[in-house]
């Protein structure tokens, strides 16, 4: 029986696909037994992603599973991935995501429970250490409180087969670029329960260039939009303002920070467009909130600014 699909959309990102491919493929689980597949959805990549993905289906022809795409579908392509898994659990990986080297073990044992339990698997992969066990999530708000924004996250993204052959419309989101976080929701509000996973499977391959979209549009105003539309009661209300919260300052303002400083290299790692932070912000929170946010910006982008000029001159000096 399969237990768990690995599911990968990718685009023009063959040199990581690869790395990610033989850190699965080298585990004895997926060598010894017929429980994991590997499905990969080419979104028309330019690059060579088709060759490289059709040597490992050659390798694997009975476990890894190979779909391009006649034309780039955007997030489209976690839909169509999804749909080439045979597994009971489906689960999103970026293409820049590679298993740890005996991971694959422990993360088929939880998949294994989440199926026997009735249960959809998210993973956390060590982003929140206060979490020492796996934590059962009823209902969309302790969904939120526990996960937070980490549930915009594509690798921790899983659904069980039976969940996904019965959802209507399940990229109904798509130009929100958060299909992902409507699906769960939808789950949550129909009455599946989660099992929220804080063990650390995975290293993420930072690729070259990361962004391409407007972060605080995607991140506060189209997040925000989704989960209006499903905690309406008073607990979820309350975990949605809370969540406003943290989204703002632990996840938005850091990046914008980092970007904001990054901007002044020539050759910037990021893509993201932060043009309408100011805006953003302003139509999200009330005047208070945003004065909060200018302020802190104003300190986190003072000491991230000396921080990187002190190290220049230490690495000048050493030289």
């Not at 209902?139 to 069980?160: H, M």
């Not at 109904?172 to 929701?185: G, I, N, R």
């Not at 499977?201 to 989704?226: C, D, E, M, R």
Request: net charge neutral; with cysteine.
């Amino acid at each position: 029986m399969i237990y768990l699909s690995i599911c990968i959309p990718t685009y023009n990102r063959s040199n990581y696909l690869q790395d990610v491919l033989e850190s699965f493929v080298n585990e004895p689980e997926f060598i010894e037994t017929d429980e994991i597949e590997i499905v990969i959805s080419d979104n028309c990549s330019t690059d060579n992603t088709e060759s490289v993905a059709l040597e490992y289906v050659n390798r694997y022809p009975t476990k890894i599973k190979y779909n391009r795409n006649t034309e780039n579908i955007v997030d489209g392509n976690f839909e169509k991935v999804l749909s080439m898994g045979s597994g009971a659990i489906l689960k999103l990986n970026n293409d820049t995501l590679v298993l740890n080297k005996g991971s694959l073990a422990p993360l088929l044992q939880d998949i294994k429970h989440c199926y026997e339990n009735n249960l959809i698997p998210f993973l956390l992969n060590g982003t929140m250490p206060v979490y020492k066990e796996p934590i059962v999530c009823k209902n969309a708000s302790s969904f939120i409180a526990t996960v937070s924004y980490s549930c915009t996250w594509i690798g921790g993204f899983c659904i069980s087969r039976e969940s996904f052959q019965k959802i209507d419309n399940f990229s109904q989101e798509y130009s929100l670029q958060l299909v992902q976080v409507d699906v769960l929701m939808r789950l949550l509000k129909r009455g599946c329960e989660f099992l929220v996973i804080p063990d650390k499977f995975y290293q993420s391959i930072v690729p070259a260039k990361k962004g391409g979209y407007n972060l605080p549009k995607v991140f506060l105003t189209n997040y925000f939009k989704i989960l209006r539309k499903y905690l309406v009661s008073r607990e979820e209300l309350k975990a949605f303002r809370e969540e406003k919260r943290i989204m703002l300052f632990k996840f938005v303002l850091p990046w914008i920070v980092t970007i904001s400083n990054d901007a002044n290299k020539k050759a910037s790692n990021f893509t993201f467009d932060i043009s309408d932070y100011k805006k953003v912000v302003k139509n999200e929170f009330s005047a208070l909130t945003y004065l909060e946010f200018e302020f802190t910006f104003l300190i986190k982008f003072i000491l991230f600014s000396s921080k990187a000029f002190l190290k220049s001159i230490i690495n000048t000096n050493t030289v």
